[in-house]
């Protein structure tokens, strides 16, 4: 591939820490979405639902998709997605969480 061929490609990266302050709103909105997934097979919907159910970030994962970030976006063919959701153990006051300066 040449230079201008792969600088056609851009690799967007981003990531938030959100505060889950209402979980039983966060499953039903999960389990929401994975009923009207008429995508699932029964087996699989009912994976889905153990999954949204048990773990908060896994209800988070399956209701935000980046791919709606791009959707709208003029020029842009998304190429390529991969998300990924996990609990943390988050200190605001803690030098780890401080955003660099590139970041501001």
């Known amino acids: 591939m040449s230079t201008d061929e792969s600088s056609r490609f851009v690799r967007l990266r981003v990531e938030l820490v959100l505060e889950v302050n209402d979980s039983g709103k966060l499953t039903a909105a999960a389990l929401d979405r994975v009923d009207g997934d008429g995508s699932l097979h029964d087996d699989e919907r009912g994976h889905a639902r153990a ?4 773990d908060a970030a896994e209800a ?5 998709d980046p791919v709606d970030v791009v959707r709208e976006v003029p020029g842009v063919e998304l190429t390529q997605a991969s998300w990924s959701s996990e609990q943390i153990d988050y200190d605001p006051e803690s030098r780890e969480w401080a955003l660099d300066d590139e970041d501001d």
């Open 51 to 54: 999954s949204v159910s048990s």
């Open 60 to 64: 988070l994962a399956y209701l935000v």
